[in-house]
């Protein structure tokens, strides 16, 4: 029982560090494609809206 105790409490912070290096690989992965593909900077609104027109006036 103490030995399943202490992998238990190994187990959790190590499951937390394992977690928040996926979602940075994630994050990292995903910037770099953005970056190569010019998906990076100011949006541009009026291609979001079909009746951008409509409602700026």
Same mark, same amino acid.
């Given at each position: 029982?103490? /030995?399943? /105790?202490?992998?238990? /409490?190994?187990? !959790?912070?190590?499951?937390?560090? !394992?977690? +928040?290096?996926? $979602? +940075? @690989?994630?994050? +990292? $992965? /995903?910037?770099?494609?953005? %970056?190569?593909? @010019?998906?990076? @900077?100011?949006? %541009?609104? %009026? ?11």
């Amino acid at each position: 029982p103490l /030995a399943l /105790a202490l992998i238990f /409490a190994v187990d !959790r912070p190590l499951d937390m560090l !394992r977690t +928040t290096v996926n $979602v +940075t @690989g994630d994050a +990292t $992965v /995903a910037s770099v494609v953005a %970056k190569s593909l @010019g998906k990076f @900077g100011e949006p %541009k609104v %009026k291609e979001w809206d079909d009746h951008f027109d409509e409602v700026s006036s």
